[in-house]
């Protein structure tokens, strides 16, 4: 079995495309095979827990809700990449949701960690291989949208790849059609039926606090943002910036997966050079999302639900 290594060629700065063999169809087909002999049946419907939402293992976790848990920590599963980020459990937790089985990733791989944006979008390739067909991604995220504040939920209904712009793209490298195809487009990369579902489910089960729709980008990290940086996200049109699944969501969608995300914003931020004591920090976002986790569990179980009732088996 050849072993991905997500550091060989990002350590010494070529573009993290010539190791993508070592993550070929046919090694994560071994992965995949290695979780299936683990679990009783295919998921559907994949979940990524992210720091604003249940990355880490506790009590109220969506994971930890779920319904005869398979859990297969990361470093068991072979070609796999480790979490380490402060938070991120490092788990696929399978189970059953809204009576219907699904896997939920809990915590994510970032670029800031030392992998290169293939690899940490490689597990979506894995759901896709055990019979993922719905991605549910849910990030922190700094609210740049001047109406939102804490605590807010923005459904994302696009984003800017700014990491693209500069040239680095997890599809860049070789391109294995049986994924998908070379140039995939990018327009209705968030599904506008499932955006819709949620603002209604939303409503309807009275969910607290503020729901919004809007744009959504990546930036490479680990530091949070300066204020020029912001002002120009803002003018660029983005409502929220984190460090994540930009490159998830394209991964998904060059397989074919349906896509729907959402950001919790954990911070305003700071985008006035008068402001001399508000500091973003990583405790504040998870704290935020602490706080917040019931509704977001509640809002996942509702919108998993309604995949299953109406959207399986008629893609
Ligand atoms: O995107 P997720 O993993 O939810 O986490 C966000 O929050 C962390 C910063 O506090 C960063 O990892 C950023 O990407
Ligand atoms: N880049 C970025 N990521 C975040 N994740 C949570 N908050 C933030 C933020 O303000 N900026």
Redesign the pocket.
Known sequence: MSVCNGFNNHQNGSTDTDDHNGCSYETLLQTAQYIQSRIPHEPKVGI?C????G?YWHEGSLAEALGNKVIIPYHDIPNFPVST?EG?AGQLVFGTLSNIFVVCMQ??F?Y?EGYPLWKCAMPIRVMKLIGVEFLIA????GGINTAFMEGDVMLIKDHINMMGFAGNNPLQGPNDNRWGPRFPPMNRAYDAGLIHEAKQIWKQEHLEGRLFDGVYT?LG??N?ETVAELRMLKLLGVDAV????VHEVLTARHCDMTVLAF??I?NVCVMDYQDHDTM???E???DV?KVRQGTLKLFVEKIVAYIAENRLNKK
């Open positions: 990524i992210g720091s604003g939402m990355a980020v991120h915590g994510r970032h800031y849910t990030n922190a995220a990546c990290g680990p949070f984190g460090m994540s699944t950001s919790l954990t973003p920090s990583h504040e976002v998870m999302g």
